[in-house]
């Protein structure tokens, strides 16, 4: 099975920046896209930002220019590094990933999602 694990939430006062890392494990072939979700309470969940394999971002109008995805291929983790946070930004941060794995000695498509990572922005 793939697993995606998560970390680097908590709370940060307003200005502050925190580091969200997202670690791939199982028996993965290869990663397409690698992103990050985030859902606040009682709204849907929404793409913050995601990267393709060749390198391409993607990024939500409300973060752009304080948040930067980034990703080590190598340890198929991928980082969101947020600066500038706002409390709007307070919501549960999900890991989300495109990938081709092995189950049951057959390659298939994946999209795998981690379990989230609660950010908090308040003072």
Known sequence: ????V???GGLVQPGGSLRLSCAASGSIFSINAMGWYRQAPGKQRELVASQDSG???NYADSVKG???IS???A???VYLQMNSLKPEDTAVYYCNADLRAWVTGILRYLEVWGQGTL???SS
């Open 119 to 121: 950010v908090t922005v």
């Open 6 to 8: 998560e970390s680097g």
């Open 55 to 57: 390198g391409s971002t």
């Open 1 to 4: 099975q793939v697993q995606l």
């Open 71 to 73: 990703r080590d291929n």
């Open 66 to 68: 304080r948040f930067t």
């Open 75 to 77: 340890k198929n983790t």
